[in-house]
C-alpha cells in the first residue's frame, strides 16, 4: 500500500465502522526449527462503539484473518472445526 506498513483510519459520518490494510512485507519466522520466510501485514478497525462493540469487531478481524490464511474458506462456506462459530451467522443482519 504505497509503503505504508499500517496506519488508522477515521470514521466519517454516516459510517460505523472502517477497515485500515497495511502493506505485506516480508518477515522471517521460525518453522520447524528452520527460518522461513512469510508475508505479514496489519489490519486494524475503527468502529462506533455505539452501533458495533469490541468483541464484533475482534470476531470480524478474526473472521477475515482466517479466510486470507485460508482461501479455500471462500469457496466451501464452512467454518474450521477448531472455531465455535458460523462464519454465515456472523455476516447475517
Not at 61 to 81: F, G, I, K, Q, Y
Amino acid at each position: 500500500m504505497f509503503g505504508i506498513s499500517s496506519f488508522s483510519a477515521v470514521i466519517n459520518p454516516p459510517q460505523t465502522c472502517i477497515l485500515a490494510v497495511g502493506g505485506a512485507r516480508p518477515v522471517l519466522t521460525p518453522a520447524d526449527g528452520d527460518v522461513t520466510s512469510a508475508s505479514m501485514m496489519s489490519m486494524t478497525t475503527a468502529c462506533d462503539a455505539r452501533v458495533i462493540d469490541d468483541k464484533l469487531a475482534a470476531d470480524f478481524l478474526d473472521t477475515v484473518r482466517m479466510v486470507l490464511e485460508n482461501p479455500s474458506l471462500m469457496l466451501s462456506h464452512c467454518p474450521p472445526a477448531d472455531k465455535s462459530y458460523d462464519i454465515q451467522k456472523l455476516f447475517a443482519k
